[in-house]
């Protein structure tokens, strides 16, 4: 089972402290969200997650972290500056904005080439329209505290992705790490978008978080490494736990292509069950494109145009790389799988979601949540709060834990509603400490799927736990 809609994780997360709406007390900004104490275990336990997977368990990484605002050269030739934009419609009626290309996919009209005059606004009904114009979503700031405001010396933007501080660093990396081709390079960071039309809870925010890497490859074989990296990303969401029926691939079709794509294919999840038409169940978790040398290329100082003029006279560098064993130069081919971490957790959080109905016939919450996701793997819970030796053992148990793994103690409620607490936020585990547990130095650990109960013994329950968590060291 998963949720059936966003809007069943919306309240959870707000009831449970994952994700609250930011701002709120003045009345909130349009779509930013602020990640509570479960929220931002469950980022960075997905982050972890994808650092270990992409990083550490590989032979052919490095990660790096770059600036979020760098020169705004870096934008201007790697084409944001010109083509990072969406178009823009607005109703003339009622003054609501949209995403032109978006509401021809909700209406079910062709992306591009559609014919906007006869979709009626979402908002008022009525069919009159601006023209489509392109809206750059490049957040803008300026540098420097003497800066006016419209100074175009002192411009500057926050990345809208990840991505181009790994290209001005390739050789930096490939040099001080001594590595050959092919290598990838990993990185997670913010990235800002003034998307149009933000929703959808986390799925579409203008501040999110990225997970990249960027693959670099001799020419020729990007295709097969591309593919391989399709499956590999695919395999990934499925460790994590996320059910294979509501994954797929989605090729992009040529006219959906990015300027320096050679190919692209999708992840998408079904963010949207509830929605009749299955096609519109589906949207975007990951895309991994193929960026062929377009990126190196349009950083280096060379390539020189027909007429030997320089192409980029800004850059200092030649990102291009020398093969010692073939003793050839060239620009790399570049892979690049890229994540969104808010979609990821959105995507673990519908999917863990599952109802169940207990023996008194109450319906509960469990949220099905990986092990290795988990924001809090055990719970201590002292079945009587008002017996210090019981409450002394629990505290002292959940001390022992901490170290390894994030524990906490409660005594606020009867243990069925403790337990039911536990089962919503998806803490796999829950300790309960008892009178027993004075005598024979041992406690109960309940499972969050099964409900099963099992008695181990105190001395041996970090290890216990560790084993059932995965948990490697
Ligand atoms: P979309 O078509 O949904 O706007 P995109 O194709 O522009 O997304 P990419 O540029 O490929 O997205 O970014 C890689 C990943 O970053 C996406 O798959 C998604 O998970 C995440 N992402 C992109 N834009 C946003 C956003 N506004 N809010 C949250 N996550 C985002």
Redesign the pocket.
Known sequence: MAAPNIETIVSLAKRRGFVFPSSEIYGGLGSAWDYGPLGVELCNNVKQAWWRWMVHERDDMEGIDSSIILNRSVWKYSGHEETFSDPLIDCKECNSRFRADKLAEEVGEPVSGFDFIKIKCPSCGKTNWTEPRAFNLMFRTTIGAAAEEDDPTALAYLRP?TAQGIFINFLNVQTTMRRKIPFGIAQIGK?F?N?VT?GNF?????E?E?M?MEYFVRPGEDERVHQEWIDYCFDWFKTLGVSSENLRFYEQPAEELAHYAKRTV?IHYRFFPEREDEERQW?????I?NRTDFDLKAHSKKPEDAEGKRINPDSTEDLSYFDEATKERFYPYVIEP???V???VLAVLMDAYSEQVNDKGEKRVILKLHPELAPIKVAVLPLAKNKPEIVGLARSIKKSLQPSMRAVYDDTGGIGKLYARQDEIGTPFCVTVDHQSLEDEAVTVRDRDTWEQERVKVAELAEHLKQRLGIKF
Do not use: K
């Not at 986390?202 to 203008?206: E, Y």
């Not at 949207?283 to 895309?287: A, I, N, R, V």
């Open positions: 992705e990235s978008r998307e933000p986390i799925f579409r925010t203008r999110f990225q990249e999708d949207d975007e978790l990951m895309g494109a890229a994540a969104g808010n979609r990821t």
